[in-house]
């Protein structure tokens, strides 16, 4: 069940073309929004995710992801997690906050951005043991962490048949990834059809993740660009993980 934090946990894209148009078209893509998704692990509803994004101070942008376990896996390993995100006006991460409760664990991540001096600066902080472990990682000017990069990729719109390669820090590490827009598919949900582009992020495998593992995502093909489902392919024992969109709304 944890592994539905990487379904949020996305690769990032260069932001040269999306410095150009991000503010062409107010009705197109980025404004501040919510969604929210209902989590399926093995045909069984396994809980909630909700993605807000709003405006912050001196055009910075806010991301926050909440993410609850429910039902049969609430009781199996509990999961309670909001992961907090500053960017810039171009999604270029500035600092985050991951707090979490996961099962036994209690945890609360940091990652701060120096892009003055292209250093990122990593805290994992277990509350449990009262142990810090820190780590310092060279960036470029403008680095992508991985859930402001959903946000890149939603804007720049990367068409079917193409294939993007991108830098991607995980905090520890900087690598090369790719994502590929794959086809154009018409998805049904919740009594309502999505006409969609289905993208594959190739971040499993020893990218980014060394576990094997399959990252799709179904993002409309539209002026809104809503991610609609995203579903994680892995082996035994985690399986299929899917998150569905149960309602979006422009704040």
Not at 58 to 83: E, M, P
Not at 130 to 144: G, H, L
Request: with cysteine; hydrophobic share 40%.
């Amino acid at each position: 069940m944890a592994y539905v934090w990487l379904f949020i946990l996305f690769v990032a894209f260069s932001g040269s073309q999306w410095a150009q148009t991000q503010h062409s078209d107010p009705a197109k893509f980025p404004y501040p929004e919510k969604a929210s998704y209902r989590i399926e692990w093995r045909l069984m509803a396994a809980g909630t995710a909700t993605l807000q994004l709003s405006h912050g101070d001196k055009q910075n942008w806010k991301l926050q992801l909440d993410l609850a376990s429910a039902g049969f896996v609430d009781r199996l390993y509990q999961i309670s997690d909001s992961y907090k995100l500053t960017t810039n006006d171009r999604f270029c991460g500035v600092s985050s906050l991951l707090e979490g409760h996961e099962g036994k664990r209690r945890f609360a991540t940091h990652m701060d951005f120096d892009n003055a001096r292209h250093k990122l600066f990593l805290a994992e902080n277990d509350l449990v043991k009262n142990a810090t472990v820190k780590a310092e990682t060279d960036i470029a000017p403008c680095t992508y962490e991985v859930m402001g990069a959903l946000s890149t990729l939603r804007a720049l719109k990367p068409e079917p048949g193409n294939s993007l390669s991108l830098t991607l820090t995980n905090g520890r590490k900087l690598v090369e990834a790719k994502v590929e827009a794959q086809a154009r598919e018409t998805l049904h949900l919740n009594g309502k059809s999505y006409s969609t582009i289905k993208y594959e992020a190739l971040v499993f495998n020893n990218v980014v993740y060394r576990r094997k593992g399959r990252l799709f995502m179904w993002i409309t093909d539209d002026a809104d660009r809503i991610p609609v489902q995203f579903r994680l392919q892995m082996g035994f024992p985690v399986g299929a993980i899917t998150l569905e969109l149960e309602k979006h709304e422009r704040l």
